[in-house]
């Protein structure tokens, strides 16, 4: 079944900056916006932000100011650049689709701790 591989996670201190990958088949890539969530202990999934095929974006408001996405066609990949890392942003880390049509991968651990 397609899914997608999230990958690029990992302990770092607050202030710092990770940039997480999102590998897709090709045929997904090209023809689906793909979304970032995450999901805190605890807590229910969360989405983070998007991008279209046409490279359009949206990042949720209260993370626009350190989130980053972007995708590269070549590698059929999305990225979702985080800086300024702080503990609340500890969470496993997800891609799917816009809407979330496929099987929901292993994700990705980050966590935020001195």
């Known amino acids: 079944q397609v899914q997608l591989v999230e990958s690029g996670g990992g302990l770092v201190q607050p202030g710092g900056s990770l940039r997480l990958s999102c590998a897709a088949p090709g045929d997904v890539f090209s023809r689906n916006t793909i979304s970032w969530y995450r999901q805190a202990p605890g807590k229910q999934r969360e989405w983070v932000a998007l991008?279209?095929?046409?490279?359009?974006?949206n990042v949720a408001s209260s993370m626009r100011a350190r989130f980053t996405i972007s995708r590269d066609e070549a590698r059929n990949t999305v990225y979702l650049q985080i800086n300024g890392l702080r503990p609340e942003d500890t969470a496993a880390y997800y891609c799917?689709?816009?809407?979330?049509?496929?099987?929901w991968g292993q994700g990705t651990q980050v966590t935020v701790s001195s």
């Open positions: 991008i279209g095929t046409s490279g359009l974006t």
């Open positions: 799917n689709t816009e809407p979330a049509s496929l099987p």
